[in-house]
């Protein structure tokens, strides 16, 4: 069971000793939830072309019900016109700034994409809450750019965000989210919570887990994310501090 995070506040303001060590505690306390051992997961700057294709062959095998998150392609059809790409959900950019990371190499954190989606959001933040109305692509919110996907992906691209949020809160140094994330943090949570993860989802991430022995709590065990979301864990995904 994750730990109640209920004290905790969404607040940018800076930690007192207290409230480092409870951070401290209540990230390998998510580490546990994820796994016994933290996958040495080979790194970003190593991963050849065979690596990329090895992670796109297992995301077409889960089907044609199985679409991208910003084009709804299948992966099949991408690597057909030699289109595919991988994304990562937390862009590079925001791990470390120009250093590597133990981020960027988490499978658990890409998604298999079109190439010219990818470049299209570059590194901007993802639109993760229920914005209706507001059109695909790129939009303006609050004078920031930002990248809205389709409704239908932004909960399964939202589980994967918030895991490498709070997987490497305090393994790496991330980024901030934007205003409009944090501004809209209980929205994000509320949409992982009352969007169940598809049948190809769960399938992906049960191959992935299986070849790390490692997972991410949001997709797998519903008391777990039930508990997550209830409490929030505010403070280690938005990286207040």
């Known amino acids: ?67 991208t998150s910003y084009t709804n392609s299948s992966v099949k059809t991408l690597r057909r016109d030699h289109k595919q790409s991988i994304e990562h959900i937390l862009p590079r950019s925001f791990v470390n700034g120009r250093l590597s990371g133990a981020a960027e190499n988490d499978p658990f954190g890409w998604a298999s994409v079109d190439r010219n989606s990818n470049s299209t959001r570059s590194n901007l933040p993802l639109v993760l809450w229920a914005a209706r109305g507001l059109q695909e692509g790129i939009v303006d919110i609050g004078g920031e750019k930002h990248f809205n996907p389709p409704s239908e992906h932004r909960a399964r691209l939202a589980r994967r965000w918030v895991y490498v949020r709070a997987t490497y809160a305090l393994i790496d140094d991330l980024a901030l989210p934007s205003a409009a994330q944090v501004k809209n943090a209980d929205a994000i949570f509320s949409l992982i919570a009352t969007t169940p993860p598809s049948d190809e989802e769960l399938e992906l991430h049960a191959k992935l887990s299986e070849k790390y022995g490692w997972v991410n709590p949001l997709i797998t065990d519903g008391e777990e994310r039930a508990g997550f979301l209830t409490y929030g864990f505010k403070q280690l995904v938005f990286g207040c501090g």
């Open 1 to 67: 069971m994750l730990p109640s995070l209920a004290s905790l506040s969404i607040g940018c303001g800076s930690y007192d000793d207290a409230k480092q060590d409870q951070m401290r505690e209540e990230s390998w306390m998510w580490l546990e939830a994820c796994g016994k051992n933290h996958p040495r997961f080979k790194s970003w700057g190593s991963v050849r072309s065979k690596d990329k294709n090895a992670f796109h062959e297992l995301v077409e095998n889960l089907g044609p019900m199985y679409r």
